[in-house]
C-alpha cells in the first residue's frame, strides 16, 4: 500500500490553464504538507494543513489554492499556470503538526508549462 | 529566514571509498534531518538529530549534530552504487527548511 500517493506523476499544459494535483495518505496522520523542488532540486514548503486547517502558508502566489476536504486528502489548485511554475511538487504527511521528524513523502507531480 | 547550505554540491567517487557530506548553518535548530532522495521518487527520511553533539549511525552511514546544533555531517563508509543519490538536509528552527542538496554518484 502506497503510504503518500499524488496524481498525476506527470502534468503538461499551457500557460494560463487551471490545473490541479491531488494527494492521499492513508496514514492517519493528521498533518499534510504541499512543497515545491524548482530545478535545481531546492526543496520549499508551500503550505501546510493540520485537521483540514491552513497552518502555515509560506509566500505563495494566491494563483495557489490548497484544499483538504478530510484529513487524509489535500489538493493544490493553480489558477492561471506561469512558465515559473514548472516544477515537481511534492505532498507529504506528518503525525502532528510540526513532526517534521517523521514525514513521509508522496512520488511527486512533475508540472511543466509551455 | 533561517538558510542550510551543504557541500559538495556533487560527488563522484569509486565503490568502496569513504566520503563526508556537510550541512551548514549560521542558525540554530532544534532539530536536523537527513533524507535521501532517487530520480523521480520524494525524499526518503533517514535520520533526524536533536541533541547538539549527538552521533546516529544507520549501517554504513554515520550522521553527527554539531555542538551547537547549527550543522551536521554525514559520513559514508565504504560507498556502494546502491548510495547513489540526492542528499537533503533539513533543519526545524524558526521555520522548516531544506538545505540545495548533495548530488552523490558512486561507481562500480
Known amino acids: 500500500d502506497t503510504a503518500v500517493s499524488q496524481t498525476p506523476k506527470y502534468l503538461v499544459t499551457q500557460m494560463g490553464n487551471d490545473k490541479s494535483i491531488k494527494c492521499e495518505q492513508n496514514?492517519?496522520?493528521?498533518?499534510m504538507y504541499w512543497y515545491k523542488q524548482d530545478s535545481k532540486k531546492f526543496l520549499k514548503i508551500m503550505f501546510s494543513?493540520?485537521?483540514?486547517?491552513?497552518?502555515i502558508n509560506e509566500t505563495v502566489p494566491n494563483r495557489f489554492s490548497p484544499k483538504s476536504p478530510d484529513k487524509a486528502h489535500l489538493n493544490l489548485h493553480i489558477n492561471s499556470l506561469e512558465l515559473g511554475d514548472s516544477a515537481v511538487y511534492f505532498c507529504?504527511?506528518?503525525?502532528?503538526?510540526?513532526?517534521?521528524?517523521?514525514?513521509?513523502f508522496g512520488p511527486g507531480t512533475r508540472l511543466t508549462v509551455l | 529566514t533561517q538558510l542550510l547550505e551543504q557541500s559538495p554540491q556533487f560527488l563522484s567517487i569509486q565503490e568502496g571509498e569513504n566520503l563526508t557530506v556537510y550541512c551548514n548553518s549560521s542558525?540554530?535548530?532544534?532539530?536536523l534531518q537527513w533524507y535521501r532522495q532517487e530520480p523521480g521518487e520524494g525524499p526518503v527520511l533517514l535520520v533526524t538529530v536533536v541533541t547538539g553533539g549527538e552521533v546516529k549511525k544507520l549501517k554504513r552511514l554515520t550522521f553527527q549534530f554539531g555542538d551547537a546544533r547549527k550543522d551536521s555531517s554525514l559520513h559514508i563508509t565504504a560507498a556502494q552504487p546502491g548510495d547513489t543519490g540526492l542528499y537533503l538536509c533539513a533543519g526545524d528552527g524558526q521555520n522548516f527548511v531544506f538545505g540545495p542538496g548533495t548530488r552523490l554518484s558512486v561507481l562500480p
Open positions: 507529504a504527511s506528518s503525525p502532528y503538526m510540526y513532526s517534521y521528524n517523521e514525514q513521509f
Open positions: 496514514l492517519g496522520h493528521d498533518t
Open positions: 494543513y493540520n485537521n483540514k486547517e491552513l497552518i
Open positions: 542558525s540554530v535548530f532544534s532539530s
